[in-house]
């Protein structure tokens, strides 16, 4: 499979001119949309919108966004519209949905009208899903401006940066909010009326908004010597889970300062991290160029050990701001939301965002240097035991990851879904450790992301699309190396083995023990998940019920199935407790495993012949060697 696309699109700026839509006539000047947003039923989860949009007479199209830009899928939530009511000078207009691209409705403005006036409701229901929506709860709301607007179409070429809308907030009494959208202070009232900006800047600028919120500046020193002001604005359902200690304030401070050493640039006016702090909501995070979108569990800021397993997450979209907001591979910068997205260079998008997201956690003081390895080696005994790589390779799954994003359940390792986020962070450990060692230590992976993403310095914020090709030569510019050979070989590769050369060029390896991690024992204790995948390629729920099973692995070849339940191991009735004491007893020992289960109603007795104990990963120092890994974790700011 090539890697390389053969197309180029031209960088999509924000801030253009404003056009009228009418079929059969030319581009004019015109006024803005106006888009008016009511939270007060946000707590009913229903939200109400009102759109007015300056047209001319003749035929027209309106679209509700497809393609959300960050989800690199048709996940635009139409199946959450509601009440869609159009009018033309206060009377009905009919209008049809198309009959193949169902977010394009067709109809005819009538002589005489110069507006439209949309009225439409986003039901922000469990139902709906969580991808390109709002989430709300009693207390709380993300407004998600995608779901409650719609724009004229014209066609494909048509740049959404190039419309125009003026929009407006009303919110419930006494909730306050944040966004990157910039607004004037005097603002009386709850209605918040919001600076005109591009269709594409407002779909990029999400409102979280709630009852208990707080807003806290990070690395205000910055801010006082002129650079960009930064935010950490949280909301929640109770006003404890606001209260983030300033030990984590000043980490993520810290990541505000390494960013900069990093990409050597910013590319936005302020950046606000919208934290949604709640069991309400979907939990995920979504990037955008001046804020994130980021929803975690309540008690994450308050719960150090639920900090440290969501250590990633902020670092990662923040870095999204640089990798796929700034610069973006040509596939995924469309220039509306109905053009579908091409994902080839997600290993790029995702991967390195993936791989830098968790080094600044480190650099940052989010992770310890052992927390960062311990949890990389869980992922590399992952991929060890990942046989889906001999059939699909990580450029198929960027290819196809419009469909893997929706996928999930039993046989993932064999069927494997988005793995251009793990997999693509092995294989820019293996870039930026490949660099190292070319170089002496003089060169780093830094080197080539503080020109990449750092190109032409502080900027507005702007799209500027890149090729492999682009990659490759930027690669060239930190070493001359067949960069584009060594990323083809591990993108393209069929083989069973995981490109961990990073691991081993970085001074460790992967060796397994008899007791766990203080990762692996947190993650599982939060997860819920027993996970014998490493023993008997099995993993367990703590009820017995088998969630996945390792294709080709001990439990498969016995007769394991997903969702086939554990009732007894050995004649004990199941606990987890009792399978690992099983495991142990069994080692050095001629005594197998005996597992009575049930399958739908049927009972049957598996037996698996096991007798290596206990395995849990983690990276072993490789004596005499370079200590790249180590190196690569060390904080670049002071």
């Not at 390109?132 to 014209?154: D, E, I, K, R």
């Not at 590319?267 to 160029?289: A, I, N, P, R, W």
């Not at 060890?384 to 001999?390: A, D, H, I, L, S």
Request: glycine residues 10%.
């Amino acid at each position: 499979m090539s890697l390389h696309l053969r197309r180029t699109l031209a960088s999509v700026v924000f801030f253009a001119a404003p056009l009228v839509f009418a079929a059969g006539q030319a581009s004019r000047p015109a006024i803005p949309i106006t888009l008016n947003v009511d939270l007060r039923d946000a707590p009913k989860k229903i939200v109400h919108a009102t759109e007015t949009i300056p047209v001319a007479p003749g035929p027209l199209v309106l679209a509700f966004p497809e393609w959300i830009p960050g989800e690199h899928m048709p996940s635009g939530p139409i199946q959450n519209q509601a009440g869609l009511f159009i009018t033309a000078n206060g009377q009905p207009l009919a209008w049809q949905r198309d009959a193949v691209e169902m977010f394009s409705y067709h109809l005819t403005v009538p002589a005489g009208v110069t507006s439209l006036e949309l009225k439409m409701d986003y039901l922000a229901t469990p139902s709906g899903g969580f991808t390109a929506g709002g989430s709300t709860s009693a207390n709380l709301a993300v407004l998600s401006w995608n779901t409650l607007v719609m724009y004229p179409y014209t066609g494909p070429a048509m740049k959404v940066s190039d419309v125009l809308v003026t929009p407006s907030v009303r919110l419930p009494m006494g909730w306050r909010y944040g966004t990157a959208l910039e607004t004037d202070a005097t603002t009386p009232g709850d209605d918040m009326h919001f600076h005109t900006v591009s269709l594409e800047q407002l779909v990029d600028s999400p409102v979280l908004t709630g009852r208990f919120f707080r807003e806290v500046e990070l690395a205000p020193e910055l801010a006082a010597d002129g650079a960009p002001k930064h935010y950490l604005d949280m909301a929640a359902d109770g006003p404890e889970d606001v209260l983030v200690s300033q030990r984590h304030i000043d980490q993520f401070s810290k990541l505000v300062r390494e960013t900069g050493a990093l990409y050597k640039s910013r590319h936005y006016g302020s950046y606000h991290f919208l934290v949604t702090l709640s069991d309400q909501v979907s939990h995920f995070g979504l990037e955008h160029h001046q804020s994130s979108d980021d929803r975690v569990e309540p008690a994450t800021f308050i719960n150090d050990n639920k900090f440290v397993l969501d250590g990633l997450l902020l670092p990662h979209e923040f870095t999204h701001s640089w990798n796929g907001k700034y610069r973006r591979p040509v596939g995924l910068a469309t220039p509306n939301y109905q053009v579908p997205m091409v994902g080839d260079l997600l290993w790029v998008y995702e991967g390195l965002t993936e791989y830098l997201g968790d080094v600044l956690a480190a650099r940052c003081g989010i992770w310890t240097p052992e927390q960062y390895r311990d949890r990389l080696a869980e992922q590399a005994a992952r991929y060890e035991r990942r046989p889906g790589r001999t059939w699909r390779n990580v450029a198929d799954t960027a290819r196809m990851a419009q469909i893997l994003y929706t996928t999930g359940g039993a046989y993932d390792n064999w069927r494997l879904d988005t793995d251009f986020y793990d997999e693509g962070e092995f294989i820019w450990l293996d870039v930026d450790t490949t660099i190292r060692k070319l170089t002496g230590g003089k060169k780093t992976l830094n080197d080539f992301v503080g020109a990449f993403y750092g190109l032409g310095g502080n900027t507005a914020p702007k799209v500027v699309p890149y090729t492999v090709e682009d990659v490759v030569r930027g690669l060239n510019g930190v070493v001359a190396y067949d960069w584009s050979g060594f990323l083809r070989e591990r993108i393209e590769s069929h083989s069973a083995e995981p490109p961990l050369g990073g691991m081993t060029n970085g001074g460790y390896r992967l060796v397994f023990r008899d007791t766990p991690s203080a990762w692996t024992t947190l993650s599982e204790g939060n997860s819920g998940t027993i996970n014998f995948w490493n023993t008997l390629g099995l993993q367990l729920g703590s009820a017995g019920v088998a969630q996945d099973v390792l294709v080709g692995g001990l439990a498969d070849k016995a007769g394991f199935g997903p969702g086939m339940k554990v009732l007894a191991v050995n004649g004990r009735e199941f606990s987890p407790d009792v399978l690992q004491q099983a495991i142990r007893d069994a080692q050095g020992s001629q005594q197998s495993l005996e597992f009575i289960t049930e399958n739908t109603g049927f009972f049957k007795v598996i037996t698996i012949d096991y007798h290596d104990g206990p395995r849990y990963p983690v990276f072993e120092r490789v004596p005499g060697t370079p200590d790249r890994l180590d190196e690569i974790l060390k904080p670049m700011v002071p």
